[in-house]
């Protein structure tokens, strides 16, 4: 699904508005109609329940002059305050303000502190709050008066409706630029904005449910997004493409590298993610002195003994070797539990950069080109990497929390940079590859937030490499089917206590799922609110 920054929304409008010819009183009356009948169905409200409209002088607050009509015609007692000089108001807004004072609707003028402390006990007398007072167009940190009242709003405790974005928050980014409007529903307009999917700004916007106001098809693929929200449907094609004579030689051969001493875990569920993956054949490249456990532990999964620092770690002495098992496979995993000893981080960088399969490149590999990120140059097309927001720092150069003020930018920058797909872990993970789409993850919760969990997606991701799937669409997929192992199971245990290696039992069946183009879960995936009528 196609996300939008705030620019693109308002090219869309313009372009519906001039070329195509639609009034913008027509999509402004599309919106607030929606909107209306979403708030009505969300909450329910009694007859005669007060509404209070908080409105600005843009359209966002024309928005909200259409709702105070339909709610006041659906039987609420509805008081709108406009945060500005009526004189300051013009266009389409101006219009519909005009139509609610001929309705001999409640409205007041508001424009300064003074005005709104005489005005500010509506807060205590109201059932409900409906933002219209800043859009998609806010750029600066709020301040003074309309800082104020916002505060004042997120401290009234009542449920909050935001038109279109939560006040305060950036469309773009998901910054809260200075303070920012608590929701506990936003109806977004068009097509939802990259803000209210990423954080902090998808804590603010409660549920988020999207009106579509009749922009036309042909509109939005010439201004064409580039930011997208991975749906189920996506994967459908891949998941259902088993031929009944398949074999495991049909399937690819992964070769990983992982694993050092007290972390022959990682090198575990790196391996056995893969094969949930459904790659034919796993081999695991383990330091010599570890092959004995690892073959215990491994019993799907083949091990090669390869030679080893004194701390047990893979050492130079190894790199001939891996590169003659990498003959037959299909991709290679690196990184998981490798260890930051300097001779493993190397071979890591030589790996790399001389590397001719498709590869997944993770933890300690990431650490391991820290250093040195030229190393992808050479394998330019042919690596994911999969940093949380640390090691993308580390990678990026810059601080963490530059990276997480500017996640989407980041990993878009270093993708193209560098020429690799690049997978952003958190909340909301973000996948970028140079020139293409730039996806958002909605699936995954805190459960993934302990110990292993990151190496079981690099080995999913690695097995769908190794069965022969593009590196963007490979990581895509991992990303979305790891996410929704964990809500599977949070559904089932909560979101604390579940161990990395049950991630891994759900794998199949989930997957089975999206081939048979089936929701897995009790609730139904976030993307099905996004498809409301006018």
């Not at 869309?12 to 913008?24: A, H, K, N, S």
């Not at 559904?491 to 891994?504: D, P, T, V």
């Not at 183009?517 to 099905?528: G, H, S, V």
Request: glycine letters at 12%; hydrophobic letters at 45%.
């Amino acid at each position: 699904m196609r996300l939008v920054k705030a620019s693109e929304m308002q090219e869309m409008d313009r372009l519906t508005i001039e070329e195509i010819g639609i009034p913008g009183v027509v999509l402004m009356e599309n919106a607030a109609r929606g909107a209306a009948r979403v708030f009505l169905t969300h909450f329910a409200p009694a007859l005669n329940s007060h509404v209070l409209i908080l409105c600005g002088r843009g359209n966002n607050g024309g928005d909200g002059y259409v709702m105070a009509r339909y709610l006041s015609e659906a039987g609420l007692k509805v008081t709108v305050l406009v945060l500005a000089e009526f004189s300051k108001i013009a266009g389409d807004a101006l219009g519909n303000l005009e139509i609610l004072r001929r309705m001999g609707l409640e409205i007041q003028e508001v424009p300064s502190e003074e005005q709104w402390k005489k005005q500010r006990r509506h807060l205590k007398g109201c059932e409900f709050i409906i933002d219209g007072l800043l859009g998609t167009g806010l750029n600066s940190s709020v301040r003074g008066f309309h800082a104020r009242v916002i505060e004042e709003v997120n401290r009234a405790n009542k449920p909050v409706t935001a038109i279109d974005i939560p006040s305060g928050l950036n469309a773009d980014t998901g910054q809260v630029m200075g303070v920012a409007i608590q929701a506990a529903l936003t109806i977004t307009f068009g097509f939802p904005k990259i803000g209210q999917l990423v954080f902090p700004g998808a804590g603010l916007v409660g549920r988020l449910v999207r009106i579509d106001i009749g922009i036309p098809e042909a509109v939005a693929e010439r201004i064409s997004p580039r930011v997208r929200l991975i749906e189920a449907g996506e994967f459908h094609d891949l998941f259902d493409s088993e031929k009944p004579d398949i074999h495991k030689g049909n399937r690819g051969h992964l070769l990983v590298l992982a694993g050092s001493t007290g972390k022959t875990g990682a090198a575990t569920l790196t391996s056995l993610g893969a094969l949930r993956a459904g790659a034919g054949l796993v081999t695991l490249g383990i330091p010599k002195s570890l092959n004995p456990i690892l073959e215990n532990k491994l019993t799907e999964a083949m091990t090669c003994p390869l030679p080893e620092t004194g701390e047990f770690s893979l050492s130079l002495e190894a790199e001939k070797e891996i590169f003659k098992l990498m003959e037959g496979k299909t991709a290679v995993a690196i990184g998981p539990g490798l260890s930051t000893h300097a001779e493993t981080s190397l071979l890591v960088r030589r790996i790399v950069a001389r590397c001719p399969l498709p590869m997944v490149i993770d933890a300690d590999g990431l650490n391991a080109l820290s250093s040195d990120p030229d190393a992808l140059a050479k394998c330019r097309g042919r690596a994911i990497l999969t940093p949380h927001p640390g090691e993308m720092a580390r990678l990026a150069g810059i601080s963490n929390p530059e990276v997480q003020a500017n996640r989407i930018g980041t990993a878009e920058a270093f993708a193209q940079k560098h020429g690799c797909c690049l997978v952003l872990k958190g909340a909301r993970t973000v996948i970028a590859e140079p020139g293409g789409p730039i996806h958002i993850n909605p699936t995954g919760n805190p459960a993934l937030s302990s110990g292993g969990s990151g190496d079981v997606l690099t080995g999913l991701i690695g097995g769908f490499l190794a069965r022969g799937w593009d590196p963007a669409r490979a990581a895509v997929a991992g990303v979305y089917l790891h996410g929704m192992a964990a809500d599977l199971l949070s559904e089932e245990m909560g979101q604390s206590g579940i161990l990395a290696g049950e991630l891994l039992d759900v794998i199949p069946r989930l997957a089975s799922s999206l081939a048979r183009a089936q929701w897995p879960l009790k609730q139904p995936p976030m993307e099905k609110d996004f498809h409301q009528p006018l």
